[in-house]
């Protein structure tokens, strides 16, 4: 049988060392010996004897907080041996390596996978307030391993080295030791030129030393659980209404 479809490019890609690594740019495999966290309803293959196992929001904890931000965390845990294939609606994958000591924010829509080895936590974005439903609550990884994000076309990395500002339904995730904050689009001259989409005029300002990464789509946040807090009502109030 010939066709294009079966270049190498398009052919499973294999290692011998366990973990998390690209198949392509759409597409994550995991070569499975022992246990990855990844969003539920993520999986598009597999190979070997795995198990999946629903987790919920992670925990008491974070169950609580996902009822209170929108920003809840429909995780599984898959363990066992064998090659597991992760994708989310053809956005494209990027691998981070956590070290000790380091800390991103992530928009909780954008994480795909990560080892179990890693801890996160739900955080609100500090200087937030009650001015935007976007990206209100984020979640905060910090340990020593790898992480798969998403992000909808190819990102630029900022390097915060001067205030920065961007549109909140852009900012993907950052350096957790930025100081953010939100204002309105007036305040800087632009009016109702950012945020068209959701009716809401703010841009969110970084200071600091770090990054942010930035993609090249303006969409509604929705968090890991699909943003039902958010779509509800509109920031937190509305969140806490719908609980």
């Known amino acids: 049988m010939r066709s294009a479809l079966f270049a190498a490019e398009n052919m499973e890609k294999e290692s011998q060392q366990p973990g998390l690594r690209l198949q392509n740019s759409k597409m994550l495999k995991a070569e499975l010996n022992g246990e990855i966290m990844a969003r539920t309803g993520t999986m598009v ?3 070997g004897q795995v198990q999946f196992q629903a987790l919920g929001s992670g925990g008491v904890g974070k169950w609580l907080k996902s009822k209170l931000t929108g920003e809840g965390v429909p995780l599984m845990k898959v363990s066992g041996r064998g090659d597991v294939f992760f994708a989310d609606r053809s956005s494209d994958v990027h691998l981070i390596d956590l070290e000790p000591g380091d800390a ?4 909780g829509a954008n994480v795909l996978a990560f ?10 974005v500090q200087g937030v307030g009650m001015m935007s439903s976007a990206g209100l609550f984020n979640c905060v990884f910090t340990g020593q391993g790898r992480l798969a994000i998403t992000t909808k076309g190819t990102p630029v990395v900022l390097t915060v080295d001067a205030p920065t500002y961007v549109d909140p339904q852009a900012a993907i995730c950052w350096s957790a030791s930025l100081q953010t904050g939100y204002h309105r689009a007036d305040q800087l001259g632009i009016g109702t030129l950012l945020g068209r989409s959701t009716g809401e005029a703010f841009t969110m300002s970084f200071a600091g030393q770090g990054f942010v990464v930035v993609q090249p789509s303006e969409e509604p946040p929705q ?4 943003g ?8 937190v109030l509305g969140n806490l209404l719908g609980s």
């Open 104 to 107: 991103i924010s992530i928009n």
């Open 45 to 47: 293959a597999y190979q």
């Open 228 to 235: 039902q807090g958010q779509q509800q009502g509109g920031g």
């Open 115 to 124: 080892d179990a080895s890693l801890q996160y936590d739900i955080k609100m």
């Open 223 to 226: 968090g890991l659980a699909g």
